[in-house]
């Protein structure tokens, strides 16, 4: 009887055991950071569209030689302003109605998949949260670049973008943006301005 009663753990040996996983599982979650992580996803997928979509307007202003925006009669030539607006906007080509339920210039033209309407940014367009919105602008002038801007949610690419001096604000109606300076702490959206990272940086 008592060789028996030997072999197993006592309760205090148990709840040590338990303690100890309880201690190495919560530095793993604060190691990984699932909510960076995410933010981290969510930057890197704005990026990506960015660019995407910049492709796709420099495909199609070689295929036209004029940009969605003039096709579409938002803006009266390529020279023209074209304030930073949602790409939700039909003048961005992803959508052709305010709705986005039909296929926008960059669609027709077979320089954008349908898919790409479906996009977060793209069904957050009339919202309010800045952060789910990706912006489209260009200043007047022939050799004005085209911007795609987002606001990044991750501390880490906030961090990136502060240290390589590559935050801006946008003119919406200039189609301009504005180095500004910033700290890890700085505070990225408030009323009425936002702080943005743009490809081409």
Same mark, same amino acid.
């Given at each position: 009887?008592k060789r028996f009663l030997s072999k197993g753990f006592t309760l205090v040996?148990?709840?040590?055991? @338990?303690?100890?996983?309880?201690?190495?599982?919560?530095?793993?979650? #604060?190691? @990984?950071? /699932? $909510?960076?992580?995410?933010?981290?996803?969510?930057? #890197?997928?704005?990026?990506?569209? *960015?660019?995407?979509?910049? %492709?796709? $307007?420099?495909?199609?202003?070689?295929? !036209?030689?004029?940009?969605?925006?003039?096709?579409?009669?938002?803006?009266?030539?390529?020279?023209? +302003?074209?304030?930073? @607006?949602?790409?939700?906007?039909? *003048?961005?080509? $992803?959508? *052709?109605?305010?709705?986005?339920?039909?296929?926008?210039?960059? @669609?027709k033209a077979l320089e954008l998949k349908p898919e790409f309407r479906l996009?977060?940014? $793209? !069904? #957050?367009?009339? *919202?309010?949260?800045?952060?789910?919105?990706?912006?489209i602008g260009k200043a007047a002038g022939s050799s004005a670049s085209v911007?795609?801007?987002?606001? /990044?949610?991750? !501390?880490?690419?906030?961090?990136?973008?502060? !240290?390589?001096?590559?935050?801006?604000?946008?003119?919406?109606?200039?189609?301009?943006? %504005?180095?500004?300076?910033?700290?890890?702490?700085? +505070?990225?959206?408030?009323?009425?301005?936002?702080?943005?990272?743009?490809? /081409?940086?």
């Open positions: 009887m040996e148990l709840l040590i055991v @338990i303690a100890l996983l309880g201690v190495i599982a919560t530095i793993v979650i #604060a190691a @990984i950071n /699932p $909510i960076e992580q995410a933010n981290r996803a969510h930057d #890197a997928q704005f990026k990506a569209d *960015g660019s995407q979509l910049l %492709s796709a $307007i420099e495909r199609y202003f070689a295929a !036209k030689n004029v940009f969605p925006w003039v096709t579409t009669a938002s803006a009266t030539d390529n020279d023209a +302003t074209y304030g930073f @607006i949602t790409a939700s906007d039909i *003048g961005i080509g $992803i959508c *052709g109605d305010a709705s986005c339920a039909t296929d926008g210039e960059l @669609i996009r977060n940014f $793209i !069904k #957050a367009g009339g *919202g309010t949260d800045l952060t789910q919105k990706l912006v911007y795609s801007c987002y606001i /990044p949610l991750s !501390k880490t690419n906030r961090d990136n973008a502060c !240290k390589a001096n590559t935050v801006y604000t946008l003119d919406t109606s200039a189609g301009t943006r %504005s180095s500004v300076t910033c700290t890890s702490s700085s +505070t990225w959206v408030t009323t009425g301005a936002a702080w943005y990272v743009c490809v /081409p940086d």
